[in-house]
């Protein structure tokens, strides 16, 4: 082998060393800080509210954590729904160790009800102390609990 070709050799796989390096720095990071949550309007115009049908607003309108690592966050029920769980995706991030990455999903259904759906998390997601599956209605003033934390529907 030619010393040109030995010396490429050589720097490709210094460059490869520290690609590695940057990547596990990187990772690190994110572990120490947690993630960055970034607001997406544009600066100097204040957003409006999406104005929801009269039947949802009847209904609860807000997530409010009471008790937990979280405690006193609130979250607006959008029809959309929500994720609430450990991964960064989540609409509701929670820190608590007994979460898994995707937990819970509240939903609106079709009769304008909000609804829960365990989403085979390993630890369970409780409802009055019984463990819920999927299509669990909700009503004002429902306290779920998820690990330590408990969530609550306000109005």
Same mark, same amino acid.
């Given at each position: 082998?030619?010393e040109?070709t ?14 590695f390096? #940057? ?10 800080? @947690? !993630?960055?949550?970034? =607001?997406?309007s %544009? $600066?100097?115009?204040?957003?409006r $509210?999406?104005?929801? $049908?009269?039947?949802?607003r009847?209904? *609860?309108h807000r ?9 006193? =966050? !609130? ?9 609430i769980?450990?991964n $960064? ?5 929670? !820190?608590?160790d007994?979460a %898994? ?5 509240? /939903?609106l259904? *079709?009769?304008?009800?909000? /609804? ?7 630890? @369970?997601? #409780?409802?009055?102390n019984?463990?819920? @599956?999927t299509g669990h209605?909700?009503?004002?003033? =429902?306290q779920?609990r998820?690990?330590? =934390? ?6």
């Amino acid at each position: 082998m030619s010393e040109l070709t030995l010396n490429i050799i050589r720097l490709g796989i210094l460059a490869l060393l520290w690609a590695f390096v #940057f990547s596990v720095v990187g990772a690190l990071r994110g572990d120490l800080y @947690g !993630t960055r949550v970034l =607001t997406r309007s %544009s $600066p100097g115009r204040a957003e409006r $509210p999406a104005r929801a $049908p009269r039947s949802v607003r009847r209904g *609860p309108h807000r997530l409010a954590v009471v008790a937990g690592s979280l405690r006193g =966050t !609130t979250v607006p029920l959008n029809e959309g729904g929500l994720l609430i769980g450990r991964n $960064p995706e989540c609409s509701l991030v929670l !820190t608590d160790d007994y979460a %898994s990455g995707r937990h819970l999903r509240l /939903y609106l259904g *079709p009769d304008n009800q909000w /609804y829960a759906d365990d989403l085979e998390s390993t630890n @369970g997601t #409780f409802i009055n102390n019984q463990r819920i @599956g999927t299509g669990h209605r909700l009503e004002v003033g =429902t306290q779920i609990r998820i690990g330590q =934390t408990i969530l609550e529907l306000q109005r």
